[in-house]
């Protein structure tokens, strides 16, 4: 006789890539005049990886936090360019994904044929989408970044998504704010209490997670036992964040017969660009300063990103070197900018 062998049925689970912040369109110009290394093809290429790893991978569906494009004005090839891969994806694999609009878009997407297609969601207002999967259907609320005083709205737009109306046991919040307790930049900025912060307190308690992009660091918080769940920017897009791995999260969920509750959380690693300050001084003569540049630049990685900035308090005008003249200097795969930019607040990203 053969003991008998039973195959548990397993735990309802979910599986979601969640990424954020891809910036699409940023130092990508479809005439350059200069040929030289941009920002532009970083995004890109980490934005297709993405879009591979889930074709690999088959998660339920695909979620992003927003700021999609890196402005809310994108010029049609880019649009088409962003928008045409993932058509391909859900078209493809059946995979759906869902959408919410960040600043940088200006909480709406541009219009296009591609996100006709029915797999593509977007939360263009505060509402809520069900995925449905054999025995259990999810919720997802959500609305598009909101300006102002999110402190006083978030109860009322998490309300306004549909939060009452629906029984459903596994709730998601997808959003793109900043929420109390997040930490950016190099000097651990950490927002809080201030009327664009969402109150920690305020998410409800019965949600299961909530999800969100606007913060380029990627980081997991709680409300008590509710995970806030920041995937960072797909690539560093600024100096604020060059101490930063980038990447974007791969989500399971599992249903132990009562809740559902964050099982795995796992980072997949995309490239990033190295970010090096160079400082000069302005008051150097022009064959000294080559030399210098060419000596501190020597040892970097290839594909570095080079920030010149000026000592003494000169402004990067004063170098008796030129941007052309620096670029000619150094390898043509670094990427040159000048030390003005720098990290205020989170508006910039
Ligand atoms: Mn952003």
């Not at 928008?83 to 541009?110: A, C, M, W």
């Not at 132990?256 to 003569?285: C, H, Q, S, V």
Request: hydrophobic share 35%; aromatic share 12%.
């Amino acid at each position: 006789m053969y003991a008998a062998i039973t195959f548990p049925m397993s735990d309802p689970q979910l599986k979601i890539v969640f990424f954020a912040d891809t910036h699409l369109g940023f130092d990508y110009p479809i005439r350059p005049k200069i040929n030289i290394r941009r920002r532009g093809e970083d995004f890109f290429n980490n934005y297709h990886k993405i879009l591979q790893y889930a074709e690999k991978t088959k998660p339920d569906f695909l979620l992003h936090g927003g700021d999609f494009f890196f402005r809310s004005k994108v010029s049609q090839p880019i649009v088409d360019l962003s928008y045409q891969p993932l058509f391909d994806f859900v078209n493809k694999t059946n995979i759906p994904i869902y959408i919410v609009p960040g600043n940088h878009e200006r909480s709406s997407l541009p219009q296009s044929i591609y996100l006709a297609h029915p797999s593509i969601n977007i939360f263009n207002r505060a509402r809520s989408f069900v995925f449905e999967k054999n025995d259990f259907n999810v919720s997802l609320y959500g609305f598009p970044f909101f300006r102002g005083d999110i402190r006083g709205e978030f109860k009322n737009l998490i309300l306004q998504s549909g939060w009452n109306d629906s029984e459903a046991s596994m709730r998601l919040i997808v959003v793109h704010q900043a929420i109390d307790g997040a930490q950016v930049g190099p000097g651990n900025y950490t927002f809080r209490n201030r009327e664009d912060v969402i109150d920690i307190n305020d998410i409800p308690g019965n949600a299961t997670a909530i999800l969100s992009g606007h913060i380029h660091r990627r980081q997991v918080l709680y409300s008590g036992k509710v995970p806030v769940i920041y995937p960072g920017s797909i690539e560093r897009t600024s100096f604020a964040e060059k101490d930063e791995s980038k990447g974007f999260y791969e989500l399971t969920f599992r249903n132990d017969g009562n809740i559902w509750f964050l099982d795995k959380l796992k980072f997949l690693k995309l490239p990033a660009r190295p970010m090096t300050d160079i400082y000069l001084d302005a008051d150097t003569e022009l064959s000294r300063l080559q030399k210098r540049l060419i000596q501190d630049c020597a040892g970097l990685p290839e594909n570095s990103i080079v920030r010149i900035r000026t000592k003494n308090k000169h402004s990067p005008e004063a170098l008796k070197l030129s941007a052309a003249q620096i670029r000619d200097l150094l390898p043509s795969e670094f990427s040159i900018q000048f030390g003005r930019e720098f990290f205020t607040e989170v508006e910039n990203h």
